[in-house]
């Protein structure tokens, strides 16, 4: 039975208390630190080394050791799933990039195979970065890569496998002609120049793939077009560009249809009202615009083109970076993945041995109004569901906290909807939060009192409270329908110092006439706290490293800190068995 606590003061959040906000500083390929991050933990003896394999998840994707950063050409074949990735093999820190690569038949479970692409040739001697993988007519797979040349330059590269009848494609050539496509034109910064996207077909029969560049101090997706994927030519004019920013990284161009979460192939005929996205990563995050593939001018047309790059739609509103996505022809769906770094020292990395994570693949799809991408964690995920604790019919009024038992907290699952019983005391909505959303977490963080909300869960907390992460809910009064904020905040999420804990957020429009519950899932994974919010209208990833996670249990609450109650028709939450992930193959 589960134990209601009352009242709210000596819980969640006792008052507030000054945080250190010393920003995220991010340089490229990866490297993102949090500033005045110099030295090892632990610094007293209340704090117990951050050295342990508690910290490591038990069902997200990472490498046995040393460092990982960007998925790399995802893609189904022949029954087989294949991740590459950004690899590090002889350290905990970025460097020495070569494309690890592991293969699956679930998505979850994964087999470790020796590195695809390493550094032996002068188109890629400085680096074998990130690309994508394309699936050419007749089943054959090539993979379009970024290497760094001896005079260090950004060039295109492509391998294909030597084996096609080999179910694993462990082994890749490189033919004599790369690279196959030079940072060579005007205007264009032969170190700014990277990330080869999937290729698609258009009208005239033609492949294409966008790379992403710096083209005249100007963010750019610039377009190539090839009749057989080797010989490229530039197009004379960009796929998108946009002045509101420099560089794109990692850019990923995919057609969705409206209101169906069925995914499209780009490299078959595209049906009449499909729309096109068109994502990028900048700003240490991954942004992105819907909008239409215009087929006569070989561009891409945003449906809503916005000034201030801070308004963009985001893929993700936490620890997130460098996504692709692929088309899985197995099941007729789109799938993201995107890295998670850590968020403790570089010291602490080379202490552990390992550093960085992918987060859980994601089917994501384009809403029925065309205005945002929803995205949810593939089906396959709940193949490690085991106890199970359900609930229904609970009230929380202000200052509830309902203790979830029954469950491994370190491991978990959680689903809630949340139901409001009154929308009366909802504070209206102020546009100006949407320039720095981050900062209204911190100011409207789960202790402070509302009028609809906070509401949410609070996950790996200490007895005490002095550790805990909360994932909440505020609703707010917009013109017509209403304004949710979702935040995931980590200012109290470990007693360990200068860590990076900040107050990760964005808000989702949402009509509570159509939609009665707000709905909350949240995969807690031991460093890593995934959350959905809405149905999958805002993702928030996380990363966080609770000393109580090694020196005892932590708990898990649903709670209410808003004048309104709110009633919780559902809640149901599970046990997560670990995974096999990247087992060598005997």
């Not at 009202?273 to 001018?297: E, I, Q, T």
């Not at 038992?405 to 949407?434: C, H, M, R, Y």
């Not at 790996?460 to 017509?480: C, D, G, I, P």
Request: with cysteine; proline share 5%.
């Amino acid at each position: 039975m589960a134990l209601m606590l009352r009242p709210w003061a000596f819980l969640l959040f006792l008052a507030l208390v000054s945080y250190d906000e010393s920003g995220l500083q991010s340089t490229r390929n990866g490297v993102a630190q949090a500033t005045q991050r110099v030295f090892l933990y632990p610094q007293s003896p209340k704090v117990s080394s951050i050295v342990s394999t508690k910290y490591r998840t038990a069902y997200h994707f990472q490498p046995p050791k040393n460092w990982i950063n960007d998925p790399n050409g995802p893609m189904y074949h022949n029954g087989i799933y294949h991740q590459f990735y950004q690899y590090n093999p002889n350290g905990s820190l970025w460097g020495n990039i070569v494309w690890g690569h592991s293969v699956s038949t679930d998505l979850i479970n994964w087999i470790r195979l020796e590195p695809a692409i390493e550094r032996t040739t002068p188109s890629d001697i400085n680096g074998c970065w990130t690309g994508s993988a394309t699936i050419l007519k007749g089943g054959r797979p090539a993979i379009i890569y970024t290497g760094a040349d001896t005079e260090k330059r950004q060039v295109q590269n492509i391998v294909f496998p030597k084996n096609v009848s080999d179910p694993y494609l462990r082994e890749w050539i490189k033919p004599d002609n790369n690279p196959l496509i030079q940072p060579v034109g005007q205007g264009l910064n032969s170190d700014q120049f990277r990330d080869p996207t999937t290729g698609w077909i258009g009208p005239d029969g033609l492949w294409r793939i966008a790379v992403g560049a710096d083209l005249n101090g100007y963010s750019a997706a610039l377009l190539y077009k090839s009749e057989d994927f080797v010989n490229w030519t530039r197009v004379d004019h960009p796929l998108y560009s946009s002045n509101a920013s420099t560089m794109w990284e990692c850019p990923d161009f995919f057609a969705v249809l409206p209101g169906k979460n069925s995914g499209l192939d780009l490299s078959a005929a595209i049906p009449n009202g499909a729309k096109h996205v068109l994502k990028m990563s900048l700003d240490n995050c991954d942004k992105y615009m819907v909008g239409v593939y215009d087929l006569k001018s070989d561009t891409f047309v945003p449906d809503t083109v916005l000034d201030d790059r801070r308004l963009w739609s985001r893929i993700d509103y936490g620890n997130y970076y460098a996504s692709k996505s692929f088309f899985d022809s197995k099941r007729g769906r789109r799938i993201i993945w995107g890295w998670t770094n850590e968020t403790d020292s570089s010291s602490d990395d080379v202490a552990k041995g390992w550093a960085g994570i992918h987060a859980i693949p994601r089917t994501i799809w384009l809403d029925s109004n065309s205005k945002q991408l929803l995205q949810w964690p593939v089906e396959e995920i709940e193949s490690l569901r085991r106890e199970e604790v359900s609930h229904q019919g609970l009230e929380l009024n202000q200052g509830d906290l309902f203790e979830i038992k029954g469950i491994d907290t370190l491991q978990a699952d959680v689903e809630i909807n949340f139901e409001l019983t009154s929308t009366d005391s909802a504070v209206p909505f102020d546009p100006s939060w949407l320039l720095d959303i981050e900062k209204h977490c911190r100011e409207a963080g789960a202790s402070v009192h509302g009028g609809v909300g906070p509401f949410g869960l609070v996950v790996l907390a200490s007895e005490n409270m002095e550790e805990h992460t909360s994932v909440h809910f505020r609703v707010y009064k917009s013109q017509e329908k209403y304004m949710i904020l979702m935040c995931s905040d980590l200012r109290k999420s470990s007693l360990r110092p200068e860590l990076y804990t900040p107050a990760y957020g964005g808000f989702f429009e949402f009509d509570l006439e159509k939609e009665k519950t707000i709905s909350l899932r949240t995969l807690i994974d031991r460093s890593a706290v995934e959350s959905f919010g809405g149905g999958g209208r805002l993702c928030i990833m996380a990363r966080v490293y609770p000393v109580t996670l090694i020196n005892g249990g932590t708990r898990m609450y649903a709670f209410n800190n808003g004048t309104s109650t709110v009633k919780v028709p559902q809640l149901k939450a599970w046990s997560m068995r670990r995974a096999q992930v990247n087992v060598r193959m005997g």
